[in-house]
Nanobody, 125 residues
Framework: QVQLVESGGGLVQPGGSLRLSCTAS????????MGWYRQAPGKQRDLVAT???????NYADSMKDRFTISMDNAKNTAFLQMNSLKPEDTAVYYC???????????????????WGQGTLVTVSS
C-alpha cells in the first residue's frame, strides 16, 4: 500500500513563511511527478505547483513569485517553500503523486495517482 504523508502546515502571520513536506512510501518503483494543490473553504481544489522526477517544474501563474517547489528523489519527498504568505493563502494543502508501484513485488506494475490527507495552512494575525 502506498501513501503520501504531508507535514509542515500551521498558523503563520501575514508575511511569514512555511515549508511543507510530502513523503511517499510503499513499494514504489518510480515517482513520475509530485505536486501541491490547495483548497480554500468553499472553493475548488486548485493547482499550486508540480515537479517531475527530472526536475521540470510548473507553477500556477499566481504562485510562482512566492512559492518554490522542489523534490528529493532519494527520499521520495517533495517540498513547498511558501514565502510572503497572505491571508488568501489560507487553505488545506494537498500533495499528489503519480507513481509506478510494484505492490506485490512481482514485477507487475500499477500506475496510481495518490493524494495525501492534506495539511492546513492558516495565515492570520
Amino acid at each position: 500500500q502506498v501513501q503520501l504523508v504531508e507535514s509542515g502546515g500551521g498558523l503563520v502571520q501575514p508575511g511569514g513563511s512555511l515549508r511543507l513536506s510530502c513523503t511517499a512510501s510503499g513499494n514504489i518503483v518510480r515517482i513520475n511527478n509530485m505536486g501541491w494543490y490547495r483548497q480554500a473553504p468553499g472553493k475548488q481544489r486548485d493547482l499550486v505547483a508540480t515537479v517531475t522526477s527530472g526536475g521540470i517544474i510548473n507553477y500556477a501563474d499566481s504562485m510562482k513569485d512566492r512559492f518554490t517547489i522542489s523534490m528529493d528523489n532519494a527520499k521520495n519527498t517533495a517540498f513547498l517553500q511558501m514565502n510572503s504568505l497572505k491571508p488568501e493563502d489560507t487553505a488545506v494543502y494537498y500533495c499528489r503523486a503519480d507513481l509506478v508501484v510494484d505492490a506485490q513485488r512481482t514485477g507487475r506494475y500499477s500506475y496510481p495517482a495518490v493524494w495525501g490527507q492534506g495539511t492546513l495552512v492558516t495565515v492570520s494575525s
